[in-house]
């Protein structure tokens, strides 16, 4: 999960995060069935919590994504599928996940295992989304346009219920 969003997050959010109701949420706040902080008058969800939530969900999988710019790249494609899977044996064992890699531009948004990745998370077959690192989502080099791309990209996955966990984050 990328750094910025490991607060405990508002009932709302994290109800729309597991693609559940949020009086199921609130409901199960108040018979205690999750872990919660009160902050204020408000009640937030632990990110632990969200993700043991997320992790219970039998049928759905990680998505583990590599995308590369250029078919003679493709050995660095390879590698990132290594890389993903290893995490994936490491980190979330016993979790079935699902490949997707292609060969593809960085803005081009109709590649075809996107927008498979896209309808899975539609389907709430998804609980988390994993990168190696930013340029698999977009190559581009302005840090603004980056931002703003990845915000997007991880907005959509969360709208989804899903969240977004890029492996090596950049020195800020």
């Known amino acids: 999960m990328s750094k910025s969003r490991q607060v405990p997050l508002r009932v709302g959010v994290a109800a729309m995060r597991l693609g559940l109701h949020t009086m199921t949420l609130r409901r199960w706040v108040y018979q205690q069935k999750i872990q919660f902080l009160k902050v204020g008058r408000e009640n937030r969800i632990p990110s632990g919590e969200i993700t043991r939530l997320m992790e219970e969900r039998h049928d759905a999988q990680i998505a583990l994504y590599a995308r590369v710019s250029t078919h003679d790249r493709k050995a660095d494609l390879q590698r990132q599928i290594e890389a993903l899977q290893a995490w994936a044996k490491k980190n979330r064992p016993g979790k079935p996940f699902i490949v997707l890699s292609e060969v593809g531009k960085p803005l081009d948004f109709d590649r075809k295992k996107l927008r498979k990745l896209f309808y899975r998370l539609?389907?709430?077959?998804?609980?988390?989304?994993?990168?190696?690192?930013?340029?698999?989502?977009?190559?581009?080099?302005?840090?603004?346009?980056?931002?703003?791309?990845?915000?997007?990209?991880?907005?959509?996955?969360?709208?989804?219920?899903?969240?977004?966990?890029?492996?090596?984050?950049?020195?800020?």
């Open 122 to 172: 539609g389907e709430r077959k998804i609980t988390e989304v994993v990168v190696l690192n930013r340029q698999v989502i977009t190559e581009h080099q302005e840090a603004p346009v980056v931002e703003a791309i990845i915000h997007l990209f991880e907005h959509h996955i969360e709208s989804c219920g899903a969240f977004l966990e890029i492996l090596a984050e950049p020195d800020r």
